[in-house]
């Protein structure tokens, strides 16, 4: 199963990746935790990242692009995978699609983690708090919706047109928005 996971920051894209991941049995691929490692690890990549990453925004296609294909050809893949967090705009959506064609790879579906942006703004209040993430800062917060809103539009609209997207209600405990994912992928394969 080769999963694309779309929602808005603070949308529970990366608690719902964990538990898909377990029930699925494909690795959770994150470019934002490919990158946070990155700025860890304190490379000249991570260095770069880091500054822009503080200032809500979208690190360089390039760079990402590359992190990307370095991880879905790194061997663990081949029972699908589950993406969260790319694509992010127009360029990122064309190069996955061309990377994966090029790995005989190609998207099976991709599921919208639908959230109300009010209830966005509270979460991730909150998630500032328990995880001391930089990014989570009120002001970053606001950055990165209107990033989110302005550049994964095109996204939604794209997986939308190739008959793959599975808008999914993102409220609800964690349970039930597992469960309707799965209904989705269940759906899939029913419908062929
Ligand atoms: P995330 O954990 O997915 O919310 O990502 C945190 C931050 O990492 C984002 O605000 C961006 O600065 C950067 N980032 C993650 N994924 C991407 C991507 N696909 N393209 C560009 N920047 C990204």
Request: charged share 25%.
């Amino acid at each position: 199963m080769r999963l694309v996971l779309l929602g808005a920051p603070g949308s529970g894209k990366g608690t719902q990746a964990t538990r898909l991941k377990d029930a699925l049995g494909v690795p959770h691929i994150s470019t934002g935790d490919l990158l946070r490692a990155a700025v860890a690890a304190g490379t000249p990549l991570g260095v770069q990242a880091k500054i822009v990453m503080d200032r809500g925004e979208l690190v360089s296609d390039d760079i990402v692009l590359g992190m990307l294909e370095e991880r879905l050809t790194a061997g663990d893949t081949g029972n699908g995978f589950i993406l969260d967090g790319y694509p992010r705009n127009s360029t990122q959506t064309g190069a996955l699609d061309e990377l994966l064609a090029r790995l005989g790879q190609p998207v099976d579906i991709a599921v919208l983690l639908d959230v109300d942006p009010e209830l966005l703004i509270s979460r991730l209040a909150g998630r500032a708090q328990a995880e001391g993430r930089s990014d989570d800062s009120p002001e970053t917060v606001r950055k990165r919706l209107n990033v989110y809103t302005e550049q994964t539009a095109p996204v939604i609209d794209f997986y939308e047109a190739a008959g793959k997207l599975a808008r999914i209600d993102g409220v609800g405990s964690m349970d039930e928005i597992t469960a309707r994912v799965l209904a989705a992928i269940a759906g899939l394969s029913t419908s062929g």
